[in-house]
């Protein structure tokens, strides 16, 4: 390396140095306390969800049940959704669910009809085995009327793939009597 090439690395580095030393000093002073741990602490807004409200379901269960493209088959994923919500329905009984089945796989509109009331019914099926009452639950296909989102590749189109556990204090004109 050629003297003057060095002379020049030099007198680079110690502008910098000297750059660096004049921010650091301008600098006002910072708090190195680390604060607790809140991992666990209420995200704002949900500080008053209250046990066994509808928030505290969507929140703290989970609503969604997602399926296999062209598939109205739980798997395990799915499983344990439901029997979190078999859990939190049974100690909370004033609730009915309206099991809202959607689809968006290839094939035609009555296909999709099809499927995501097959998907609504082994939803409701599979809580019954948990203990649930069958009073409490009915099941409807949507098909793509209420698409997440509208794409064509598949992750996406995967989120259209699911039945909804939607919360009712009664029931309404989906409902068989």
Known sequence: MS????????AGILVLAVSLAGF???????????????????APGFETVSVGS?????????????FAKGSATLDATAMRTLDAQAAWLSGNRRWLVKLQGHADDPGSVEADR?????????VMAYLVTRGVAPSRLWAKGYARDRLVRDCPDIECKAQNRRVVSN??????????N
Do not use: H, M, W
Request: glycine share 4%; hydrophobic share 30%.
């Open 3 to 10: 003297t003057s090439l060095v002379s020049t690395c030099r």
């Open 114 to 122: 099809l499927l995501s009331q097959r998907r609504a019914e082994a």
């Open 167 to 176: 919360l009712r204090t009664e029931k309404d004109d989906a409902a068989p």
């Open 54 to 66: 509808e928030e505290d379901f969507i929140i703290n269960v989970g609503r969604r049940t997602y």
């Open 24 to 42: 650091v000093a301008g600098c006002t002073t910072v708090n190195l306390t680390r604060t607790p741990d809140e991992t666990n602490a209420p």
